[in-house]
Structures are given as C-alpha cells and as structure tokens.
C-alpha cells in the first residue's frame, strides 16, 4: 500500500518563507511530483525530484530524501498569488500514475 | 496544442441517472488517467490507459463506473446509477507514455453534482 502525508493547512506572511512537507511510505517508488492547483481548476506541475537533494526553479525549490521517505517544497518571497492548494505525489514504477497526498492549503496574508 | 480538454466543465443531475464525461487529452500522449477528487481531498486515482488498452482499474471505481478509450484518442467515463455519494471533481490527465515518469498534464476537470 502507499500513505502520503502533508500538512491540511498552513498560514504565511508575504515576503516570508514557507516551507511545506510531505512523507510517504510506498512500494515502487519512482520520484516524487509536487503540483500547485487553485480552487476549482487543474493541478499544475512545479517540480519533480527521483533523486536525493534541492531542485531549485525560481521562488521554488523541491527536496528530496529517499532513505527519510521525505520531501519538502519551499517556497520564497512570498506573494499574495501564492495562495493554493499544493499537492504532494508520488509515482508508481512502470505505471506513470501518480498517488497524490491530500493537498495543503496554503493562505499568505499580508 | 490545447492542452487536456474536459467536457462538460459542469453536471448536474439526479440520483439514479447515468452521466458521461469526455478526455480528449494531449494529442501525441498515449497515457491517459481519470482521477476524482473531493473537496478538500487530493486526487484519487480511477484508471488508466496506454492507448486504447485500459491497464489498471481502482478499487474506487465500483461496478457503475466504466472508461473506454475506443480509439486510443478520446476517453469517456461513465456513471450508471448516480448516487450521492459519486459528487466530486472527475480530473483526467495524460502524459507521453509514462515509461520515463514524465508529468502529468490534467485537465480542468467536470464538477459532478449529484442532487
């Protein structure tokens, strides 16, 4: 089976760092997606990470640790636009299918 | 290319009728994926295709629920018997071939409401 675990909710200041977590326990592991999704509309990737260490892209980075079962997304100077829903998973071996966390929402507050 | 198109956006019906809703996904993807999603919820995977063969079906998707991709092109997923319980987003999503992990591109999804 496969648990994938991330925070429900989370508040943060504008300008401020965030930094959003994710653990999972699955068979098959083949990397780990992070995905931004707004209220109501598609899930939209920021990063993907099958090997240990920071991806960075922009305001945005992406960690991972494969022997801790751990990820984490951060996110820099944050702005208002920033508040979403950001979704955690992790893809199966051989089947390209993704098993999702359930989100966490994320409000930036001025 | 227009990305992954769902139709309808939104669907309303009555407990007990059947519903179908249509992927037509990235034109060169031969993986196509149907997820539902809840309010507060992450995606939940339904099934999937590698061209017009359905690989993998969820436990989720009950006897009522069935996916064709007849032509390896465009997917529908149909509800039998509505229940209450089957309102939630119904996301689909495609990628190249999905041998190489590459991401999922999904579509904005049809909202099923179940009155």
């Not at chain 2, 179908?20 to 999603?37: A, G, K, M, V």
């Amino acid at each position: 089976g496969q648990n994938i675990d991330q925070p429900t909710e989370m508040t943060a200041t504008e300008g401020a760092i965030v930094q959003i977590n994710c653990t999972y326990q699955t068979s098959g592991f083949n990397g780990l997606f992070w995905y931004q999704q707004h209220a109501g509309e598609a899930p939209t990737f920021l990063s993907y990470n099958v090997l240990d260490g920071l991806e960075e892209k922009g305001r945005f980075s992406s960690f991972l640790s494969r022997s801790k079962g751990y990820s984490y997304l951060l996110l820099k100077e944050l702005q208002m636009k920033d508040s979403d829903s950001y979704l955690c998973a992790v893809i199966k071996s051989n089947t390209g299918k993704l098993i999702f966390g359930q989100g966490t929402t994320l409000q930036v507050k001025p | 290319d227009t990305g992954v198109s769902q139709n309808p956006r939104h669907k309303i019906t009555k407990r007990g009728q059947n519903v179908t809703f249509r992927c037509d996904p990235i034109s060169e993807h031969n993986r196509l994926y149907w997820y539902r999603q809840t309010l507060g919820q992450g995606p939940e995977f339904l099934t999937y295709f590698q061209n017009e063969a359905q690989l993998e079906k969820s436990r989720l998707l009950s006897d009522r629920f069935s996916a064709e991709r007849p032509k390896g092109s465009f997917s529908t997923l149909e509800i039998q018997r509505t229940e209450q319980g089957d309102s939630a987003m119904y996301l689909c999503a495609s990628s190249l071939d999905g041998t190489r992990n590459e991401k999922l591109f999904f579509g904005s999804g049809t909202q099923l409401s179940v009155l």
